[in-house]
């Protein structure tokens, strides 16, 4: 069978970008992007996207009302795709069995019961959504035992796209993974799929795997990528405990080609709606499968970044002479990563939580992130006694300069390329002497803020 209509449930980080993109390779599919939240469907198809993506806006513009549609009408959208993909999110929950470790499964689940309810005929169902090993498998019962209609296809299509990137990723994938059931029917629905991803994906890059592989893939990829930050940033305490420099040894390290140079860079941990998640949903797998070794193995890396983030902050304490109460301390960059609003998991929220526990106060520069979104991050931190807490404590403003104004240290914590070139010279004018400049993203040239007059502290380079 050829796809004809497309339909995704869920319009989020995943759904809309991936949506769009093959909106734009294959006019001759209609893709609809629906979504319970109405406001953000009302952004998908306003001049402000709910997400910022370099390159999204101008494919989606290009698409949208002609093969691309973005609606809260799920039925209607369901009712007439031959191909669903399945992009709701899946937090790790935050009660009952698996609290903190397991994912939440509500939202696939309720899409699933929402397909089975409303399909008139069979349809291919594909998992996007990072989900558990064996999850395609419940979307199948759910299905078999609620729907009328019989010969559903179920595939796992796990999306390997990073933020900020989002767009080249899905223009250039290293691969894209289709794991499906072994039947006949099970390798036409996977064919399908890969055709729709032919049009512009080499054939060699398409691999297909069984359902379980591919499930375990997803979570095993981004366990393999956080670990790698962990490592590195575990070395970075070596580093800085014994005059060795991190960047030298990420070098020297990533020229073995068995290493590879790539996600070697120390920071002040990762973060990210994936890396903790997956990691912790692995670790909960594991136990689950009475393997608690192996679960205390990869539970390791969360560990680290914790210990990461943690360390980080100890050092400016230490450094600001074992106080930073009462002090102004600038946030440079909130994001997780640079060229994203997104804050999801971001260590710039438990590294300001960690300061504001010091009664420091916090101000906070990001270009792209909102500040509706820092107060709701930093909402529930538990040093705030009363609502005016926040703007007692925490002050957020749009230009780095002012931000710097009368500041005891500079912490950057997101590696946006603006930092790189402010006027330092102008920003160490502004602030308290000694002027601390704490480089969390390893990413300004620390001789020449030295030769400012700048205290500099980076992750994994002891300078004192
Ligand atoms: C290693 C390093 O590769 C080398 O750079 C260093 O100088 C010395 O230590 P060596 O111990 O000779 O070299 O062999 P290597 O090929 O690295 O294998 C080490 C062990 O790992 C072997 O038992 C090998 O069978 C095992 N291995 C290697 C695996 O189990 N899986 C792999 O994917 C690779
Ligand atoms: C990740 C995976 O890369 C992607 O394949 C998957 O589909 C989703 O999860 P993402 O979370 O968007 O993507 O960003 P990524 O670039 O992987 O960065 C994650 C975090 O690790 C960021 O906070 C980043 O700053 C940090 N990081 C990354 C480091 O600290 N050091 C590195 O060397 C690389
Ligand atoms: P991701 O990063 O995995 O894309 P997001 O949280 O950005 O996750 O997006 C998931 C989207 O899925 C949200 O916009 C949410 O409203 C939507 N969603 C969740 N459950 C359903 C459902 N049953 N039907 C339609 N949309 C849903």
Known sequence: MSVKNICCIGAGYVGGP?????????????????????????????????????????????????????????????????????SVNTPTKTFGM????????????????KIADTAKSAKIIVEKSTVPVKAAESISKILKHNSKCTGFQVLSNPEFLAEGTAIRDLLNPDRVLIGGDTSKEGQAAIRALSEVYERWVPKERVLTTNTWSSELSKLTANAFLAQRISSINAISAVCEATGADVSEVSYAIGKDSRIGDKFLRASIGFGGSCFQKDVLNLVYLCEALNLPEVAEYWHQVILMNNFQRRRFVNKIIKRL?????????????????????????SSSIYITKYLLEEEARIVIYDPKVSEDQIRSDLSDCESF???????????????????????????????????????YERIYGLMEKPAFIFDGRL????????????????????FS
Do not use: M
Not at 98 to 113: M, T
Not at 390 to 413: G, N
Not at 453 to 462: E, H, L, P, Y
């Open 98 to 113: 698996g609290k903190g470790r397991a994912p939440d499964l509500k939202y696939i689940e309720s899409a699933a019961r």
């Open 321 to 345: 002479f074992g106080t930073i109460t009462g002090k102004k301390i600038t946030i440079y960059g909130f994001a997780f990563k640079k060229d994203t609003g997104d804050t999801r998991e």
């Open 385 to 423: 006694h009363s609502p005016s807490d926040f703007d007692r404590y925490v002050t957020i403003c749009k230009d780095p300069y002012e931000a710097a104004k009368d500041s005891h240290a500079l912490v950057i914590c997101t590696e946006w390329d603006e930092f790189v070139t402010l006027d």
């Open 443 to 462: 990413i300004l040239k620390h001789e020449a803020l030295r030769k400012i007059g700048f205290q500099v502290d980076v992750v994994g380079k002891d």
């Open 18 to 86: 991936t949506c769009t993109v093959i909106a734009d390779k294959c006019s001759d599919i209609k893709v609809t992007v629906v979504d319970i939240n109405q406001r953000r469907i009302d952004e998908w198809n306003s001049d402000t996207l709910p997400i910022f993506e370099p390159g999204l806006e101008e494919i989606v513009k290009r698409n949208r009302g002609k093969n691309l549609f973005f609606s809260t009408d799920v039925t209607q959208a369901v009712l007439e795709a031959d191909l669903i993909f399945i």
